[in-house]
């Protein structure tokens, strides 16, 4: 279940929390168990739902059919559920806009109208263009289950790739389309995932990608030896050639991305969502053997852009909190790097390169700062925002001369603006128009202590003049997982809750990636009970 989808049922269900209580509590069918015992390791572990598992077995769906006839006679007798319903649903039903990314003369962006299933892709020549449509995903499936994303231009902006996934499946197929012509091209990708295109020109791509799967296993079978390869324009996939594969260890994800320039070409290997190996290719040379930069999975670095011969890294190697570095190739061994941007207190979440200069975003108590430097780290300046919230974007060439960030929180609708890079003038590029009066309401920080005394800070929205009588419904969130952040950002589904005087709380828990490496790690493997720890120390918070 789509997260979003989860918030609403849940604030749903806390909003009629109260007026439910008169009703019996439906009694479900039993749920049967089986004898299933796994040995792990000379521990025996009990696992007598595991029948349950396979969604398409007959006996699970005529499980969840049973289940779903007691839940919904229950929430059927709830008296003002479709009002509530038309609520959400008007809340919802807003334009929601992508920021703009330039290829050539052309702007590509996103939009949804409000309750399409998917956005719709949308192309202009200049900022005063007229946008046409371009990739329109709700006309491809009746039932609007196709998602669409373009991964990738050529070098001369003549053609974008992009992918197309169905039924909310990983697998991806790779589909072309001419710029000028707004015609799709034959050429079709099959059994991709997790990838981008790397173009080289425009003759054609280096992309990730799987052998086929078995039939019947293409929706659960294991993904197995992803490889490189490189896609010739016009050719079949038959004839892709390969670049890089390792039958030793099968699991491993295996990413490219290719420099702005076309000199270089980087490898990424990683074992899971924590660590990763760098390995590169001089694609001036004749030789198509990378070369390490990085070995081992302990630390976590990606390649930010390339300074002539030398490499722009972001990385937590001897960093916890995120570095940036520059790194010859020829003496790749971290005692050689050199120190562009120095770790902080502050989580360095992201640097990016446009028009010559770099963009660092940093997590000041869960919350965006977003730094311009010149390529040698000098501080140019902090790129001031209109309240508490997130902001993202800062994409594009280095030939640009200004860029787009997107920014929000909690009580700030998402609003794109432009920003000049020479002046620093950020200006409102386009707002969004939403049916609530979120002057109305309010965002306030605060910190509680957790059981070993770490101090977790936790953001609480709700009604300007709230009373903190202890009569409100209150609805906490936290995830406290996978170094994921959970910074501000409008969430249209909340304010059915504050509209009825409730309060929205969500916990910045160990595990995410609120501050650094350290935080990620505390909510780890055997620290994880760090993570629930936490949440229980937020909802005392609010209980008192």
Not at 61 to 73: D, L, P, R, S
């Amino acid at each position: 279940m789509k997260r979003k989808t989860l918030s609403v049922l849940c604030l749903i269900f806390l909003a009629l929390s109260f007026s439910c209580q008169k009703q019996e509590a439906p009694v479900y069918p039993a749920t049967a168990k089986v004898d299933q015992t796994d040995d792990y390791f000379g521990t025996l572990v009990a696992d007598p739902y595991r029948w349950l598992e396979d969604d398409q077995a007959p006996e699970v769906k005529a499980w969840v059919e049973e289940q779903n006839k007691v839940t919904f006679a229950f929430l059927d007798k709830i008296p003002y559920r479709g009002k509530i319903r038309q609520r959400v649903t008007e809340i919802y039903n807003y334009p929601r806009y992508s920021a703009p990314l330039k290829a050539g003369d052309h702007f590509f962006f996103s939009k949804n109208d409000g309750l399409q299933n998917q956005s719709v892709i949308y192309v202009q020549k200049g900022l005063e263009g007229d946008p046409e449509v371009f990739l329109d995903p709700n006309l491809m499936a009746p039932d609007g289950t196709v998602r669409v994303n373009l991964i990738g231009f050529s070098r001369n902006n003549l053609y974008a790739a992009y992918s197309r996934s169905e039924a909310g499946s990983d697998w991806q197929e790779i589909r072309i389309m001419d710029i000028a012509s707004r015609q799709e091209l034959p050429d079709r990708l099959k059994w991709v995932k997790f990838t981008g295109a790397s173009w080289v020109g425009d003759e054609g791509f280096y992309y990730s990608g799987f052998d086929a799967p078995a039939p019947g296993d293409e929706l659960k079978g294991l993904s197995r030896f992803q490889k490189i390869s490189f896609h010739k324009l016009g050719r079949p996939q038959e004839e892709d050639v390969l670049v890089y594969e390792d039958r030793e260890h099968p699991l491993r994800y295996k990413g490219v991305q290719i420099t702005e320039d076309e000199k270089y070409l980087f490898l990424t290997l990683s074992e899971g969502t924590h660590g990763n190996e760098l390995h590169y290719l001089d694609l001036g040379r004749k030789s198509r053997t990378f070369r390490p930069l990085i070995r081992g999975f302990e630390s976590d670095t990606g390649v930010i852009d390339n300074v002539g011969a030398s490499f722009l890294f972001l990385t937590n190697l001897g960093a916890p909190n995120n570095r940036v570095v520059l790194v010859d190739p020829r003496t790749p061994e971290p005692k050689d790097w050199r120190t562009v941007i120095p770790e902080k207190p502050e989580a360095l979440v992201s640097a990016r390169t446009v028009g010559g200069q770099l963009f660092c975003t940093y997590l000041k108590d869960a919350s965006t700062r977003v730094y311009q430097f010149d390529l040698q780290g000098n501080l140019i300046r902090e790129i001031v925002f209109p309240a508490l919230g997130s902001a993202g974007g800062f994409d594009g060439r280095r030939d640009d001369t200004f860029t787009f960030y997107t920014f929000t929180s909690y009580t700030y609708p998402p609003t794109i603006f432009q920003y000049d890079i020479l002046s620093g003038e950020s200006r409102v590029f386009r707002e969004t128009e939403v049916k609530v009066e979120t002057k109305d309401y309010e965002v306030e920080q605060v910190f509680t202590t957790s059981k070993d005394g770490t101090r977790v800070p936790m953001f609480l929205v709700h009604k300007k003049g709230f009373v903190k009588n202890g009569r409100a419904p209150a609805y906490l969130y936290g995830y406290g997982g996978f170094n994921s952040s959970q910074l501000p950002r409008f969430n249209p589904s909340v304010y059915v809750l504050l509209e009825n005087g409730g309060i929205y709380a969500v916990a910045n828990l160990r595990g995410g990636g609120e501050y650094g490496e350290d935080w990620h790690r505390a909510g780890m493997l055997g620290k994880k009970q760090n993570v629930f720890d936490d949440f229980i120390a937020a909802a005392e918070y609010l209980i008192r």
